[in-house]
């Protein structure tokens, strides 16, 4: 049994029993999967002894480094009270605070919770309440998605078809519903102004017919780490209210702090605008007509009408999802008719160690997460900056805790020869396309944010020799 767990055994009985994702297998067969033993803060163990600095964060989930006591400690204590009870007909303590949490971080402009499990079914909720609340206001023509250029949310049917990552979709086609895909905002092309143009001219148009407009605020991670500005948020959220349609933010990837605000969305708030953004009075009636979220009187809010977590939202432990909406949408539901409500559900909708788990990564945010984060982000900008000088380094950018730079004639096979070759330097790291990024868990400091830029360039030098020069 013993050398069933060598490197080579565990590698042959994954490539017969495991189906991997987003790969594939036939290639995998030559590039096998890398066992992991045990993860530590942000190392991963081999079953050599070799270690590996998760650069990515485990695809973007990771906060606090693997097997973080705090919230392993809170499952465990959440696993001897009650791992799961279904949330039909029952409820429990860790959703109720996680999502009264959860509001009071929007000022109560997004103060109801729908709990799904990955990030996928979180954009199928969105998507189906959008729809459904338009429907139950009598406006069931409202029935388009738009989506942005290059824009990624998941890959379930839904989801897929508000994604436009051709590799992804391309083969599921003929199964999607059409949405709109407008320009995207890309900070390398400077091309704001006519991204919002393309967004208006169809508003302007189909209005009548779309539900709700879908994005990634700041940062379209599965792009290749694509910047835009807060500036250019608000001008679509000014827009959405003009139109009468609802902004969807999927923060899947962006929220929990990644990009220097818990939601990335509050990088476009300004001075003044939590206070303006609380809800309407309980008790007021549901409008019935084209008014998207909650403003009845008083300035609209800065807020969108859904806001997307799951990724970060348990620091990597545990698949959870959730919808933030507000009153208004929430409102659009409530009847005595019971089709008029929102009947989905998955069978661990608001599992309860995963609350726990998310519970107790908003307590570290309630410690000052964010102070350590704007640190830990300037410490990674001043240890990538000599990289700028590389001959073969082009857009070096950054928001928050995410970094990213495209690489100048990058050769075929780039993205996979660099992850190889990091792995000698300690690294773990998968760049997309020609762009290198790194999103690692918030444990940087001043060391280990060089030892980190470093091993990247090391890893460029491998790869490109005869461009290793300052
Ligand atoms: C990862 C991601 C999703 C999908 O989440 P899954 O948990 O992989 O289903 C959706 N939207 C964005 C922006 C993401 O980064």
Redesign the pocket.
């Known amino acids: 049994m013993a050398d069933d767990r060598t490197t080579a055994a565990l590698q042959r009985r994954s490539l017969d029993a495991v189906w991997h994702p987003c790969t594939q297998m036939a290639r995998a067969e030559r590039v096998p999967p890398l066992p992991i033993a045990r993860g530590e803060g942000p190392w991963l163990f081999d079953f050599d002894g070799r270690r590996y600095f998760d650069a990515n964060s485990s695809w973007?989930v990771n906060l606090f480094g693997h097997s973080d006591a705090g919230i392993n400690a809170a499952i465990k204590q959440q696993l001897d009270t009650l791992p799961h009870v279904m949330l039909a007909g029952c409820t429990h303590e860790p959703a109720i605070r996680l999502g009264e949490r959860l509001s009071a971080r929007t000022g109560g402009a997004l103060g109801h919770v729908f709990f799904g499990s990955?990030?996928?079914s979180a954009?199928e909720i969105a998507l189906k309440q959008s729809f459904h609340s338009w429907r139950n206001l009598g406006q069931a023509g409202k029935r388009e998605f738009v989506c942005l250029r290059n824009g990624?949310?998941?890959?379930t049917i839904g989801?897929l078809a508000v994604t436009d990552v051709a590799i992804f979709r391309d083969a599921y086609d003929p199964l999607l519903m059409r949405a709109h895909i407008v320009e995207s905002p890309d900070s390398r092309l400077g091309n704001e102004a006519e991204a919002l143009a393309a967004l208006r001219t169809l508003l302007a148009e189909r209005h009548a017919h779309i539900a709700a407009v879908i994005l990634?605020p700041l940062v379209q991670?599965?792009a290749g780490m694509v910047m835009h500005s807060p500036d250019y948020l608000r001008q679509v959220r000014a827009m959405t209210r003009e139109f009468g349609v609802h902004l969807i933010a999927?923060e899947?990837?962006v929220g929990c702090g990644r990009t220097g605000q818990f939601f990335a969305w509050q990088h476009t708030l300004l001075d003044g605008d939590l206070a303006s953004a609380a809800p309407p009075q309980a008790g007021e009636a549901p409008v019935g007509g084209s008014s998207p979220a909650g403003e009845r009187g008083g300035p609209p809010s800065p807020w969108p009408d859904f806001i997307l977590l799951?990724?970060g939202i348990t620091a990597g432990t545990l698949p959870l999802?959730l919808v933030l909406t507000t009153d208004a949408v929430y409102r659009a539901f409530w009847s005595e008719d019971v089709t008029r409500g929102f009947l989905h559900s998955h069978s661990y909708t608001g599992n309860a160690l995963a609350c726990a788990a998310a519970n107790a990564v908003l307590d570290r945010f309630d410690a000052g997460q964010l102070a350590r984060n704007a640190e830990q982000a300037s410490q990674l900008a001043e240890a990538f900056a000599p990289l700028a000088k590389h001959a073969r380094v082009a857009h070096l950018r950054q928001q928050g805790m995410i970094l990213a730079f495209d690489v100048v004639d990058a050769p075929a096979g780039f993205a996979e020869a660099f992850h190889l070759a990091a792995r000698r330097h300690e690294l773990l790291i998968r760049p997309i396309g020609r762009t290198v990024y790194v999103m690692p868990p918030y444990l940087l400091d001043a060391n280990v944010a060089a030892w980190l830029a470093a091993a990247v360039r090391r890893t460029l030098a491998d790869l490109f020799p005869e461009s290793d020069v300052d």
């Open positions: 973007w990955d990030g996928a954009v990624y949310h998941g890959e989801a990634e991670g599965a999927d899947i990837a799951s990724k999802s």
